[in-house]
């Protein structure tokens, strides 16, 4: 006799974690380049330049994952030959 689950297991997603961690990051570096943006300093200019241009580079970087996981998400779900 095997025993059932009452609640159905709940499958890891990377790519949700990822996005989340991207999401939490480029929240963080906008506000580090507002930050450096309103002081006004010679170090503030320095890190508000590389700040604004580090969210552009995460928003590329997951828009590329995303379509990964598309293309791997669709090809999962494509009905094989001979069912």
């Known amino acids: 006799m095997t025993l059932r689950r009452s609640t159905p297991r709940v499958?890891?997603?990377?790519l949700r974690v990822v996005m989340s961690v991207y999401g939490?990051?480029?929240?963080?570096?906008?506000?580090?380049?507002?930050?450096?943006?309103?002081?006004q300093t010679v170090v503030g200019s320095i890190?508000?330049?590389?700040?604004?241009?580090?969210?552009?580079?995460?928003?590329?970087t997951a828009m590329g994952l995303l379509l990964v996981a598309t293309f791997?998400?669709?090809?999962r779900f494509e009905p094989?030959?001979?069912r």
């Open 11 to 14: 499958q890891f997603d990377p």
């Open 80 to 82: 094989t030959p001979g």
């Open 47 to 60: 890190v508000g330049s590389v700040v604004t241009l580090t969210p552009t580079f995460l928003a590329a």
């Open 72 to 75: 791997f998400a669709v090809r």
């Open 24 to 39: 939490l990051v480029a929240l963080l570096l906008i506000g580090v380049a507002g930050y450096a943006l309103a002081t």
